[in-house]
């Protein structure tokens, strides 16, 4: 996983909890070149966890234009099938993920609020999009909480 080197230690603590957790990572991968909107396929199954990609700010309806935090290296997703991003009207554009849009579900990978992940990252000074108040971006973690 790529980050921005002034990150990276306390990342490395991050995972370095989950993984005495036994939280499942599904995949840690490094991030796929976004290219616009055309790659935004609805169909897609990759479950990849990463972190660095320099890219806009993507949502469930598409990309706005200004930069991710991805872009920096300051935002790592976690398990994107099962912790999708959700507008404020249910839509998740993922077909794979929108049955983990109902966050009553209790599956492996799932995100919940004060779980293990969501205080390992808490501990760094890092938000989670899970707790957006409209838009709910459960697999986003960032620094700036953006």
């Keep these: 996983m790529v980050v921005n080197a002034r990150v990276a230690r306390d990342v490395v603590q991050v995972f370095r909890r989950l993984f005495e957790a036994r939280f499942p990572i599904k995949r840690m991968h490094l991030a796929v070149q976004y290219r616009g909107p055309q790659d935004d396929?609805?169909?897609?199954?990759?479950?990849?966890?990463?972190?660095?990609?320099?890219r806009p700010v993507l949502t469930a309806r598409g990309p706005l234009p200004r930069w991710s935090q991805h872009a920096s290296g300051f935002a790592i997703d976690i398990n994107p099938i099962e912790n999708p991003y959700v507008t404020a009207d249910g839509f998740v554009k993922n077909n794979h993920a929108r049955p983990f849009r109902d966050r009553s579900l209790d599956r492996l990978g799932?995100?919940?609020?004060?779980?293990?992940?969501?205080?390992?990252?808490?501990?760094?000074?890092w938000k989670w999009g899970g707790y957006w108040s409209r838009e709910k971006d459960y697999m986003h973690f960032s620094l700036t909480g953006r």
């Design 41 to 54: 396929d609805p169909n897609d199954r990759r479950d990849y966890t990463a972190g660095f990609n320099c």
């Design 110 to 125: 799932m995100i919940r609020p004060r779980d293990v992940v969501v205080r390992a990252f808490a501990a760094i000074g």
